[in-house]
């Protein structure tokens, strides 16, 4: 079986996730409710046109980043489906990262917390993760270059 084929099947077992299921019915119920349909379209209209002008400049103003998030705030607060959307989106968004993660350590091995670049309190959760991940069964190791660092800007809670 080609590596197509195994993306097809890995999409086809994704959509029939409680995660893809639920989002699609939030989605659903917005398109249900004209006034709630028109307030989203509005909103994704001005995601659209920030995604846009940051893919032309590589920059966002920050008025308008705040803009965008100041208005999906009252959105959720005014319509009660967008904000079983964006809760939803969150929900699926957390399981893509966690499939992204997966691909990537049966590419690359599998990171040991100690190789991270997390403050110590955060290794043992972190380690956790990763040994679920593996599924009980042992990955290679990653090789994590000894002067890695994080990107400039880049701040970890803690």
Do not use: C, W
């Amino acid at each position: 079986m080609s590596y197509i084929d195994k993306a097809r099947e890995l999409g086809e077992a994704l959509a029939q996730t409680p995660e893809i299921q639920s989002i699609k019915a939030a989605e659903a119920a917005i398109l249900a409710d004209p006034e709630t349909r028109e307030a989203f379209a509005k909103y994704q209209e001005k995601e659209k046109q920030l995604v846009a002008a940051q893919m032309i400049t590589k920059v966002v103003p920050e008025k308008d980043a705040l803009a965008l998030i100041d208005l999906k705030i009252r959105l959720m607060n005014k319509y009660p489906l967008i904000k079983s959307f964006f809760a939803q989106q969150q929900k699926y968004e957390k399981m893509m990262a966690m499939v992204n993660l997966t691909l990537t350590t049966a590419i690359h091995g599998m990171p040991s917390a100690q190789d991270l670049p997390l403050p110590e309190e955060l290794k043992n959760a972190a380690q956790h993760l990763l040994d679920n991940i593996a599924g009980g069964h042992k990955m290679p190791a990653m090789d994590v270059p000894s002067d890695f660092k994080l990107p400039q800007g880049f701040k970890l809670p803690g």
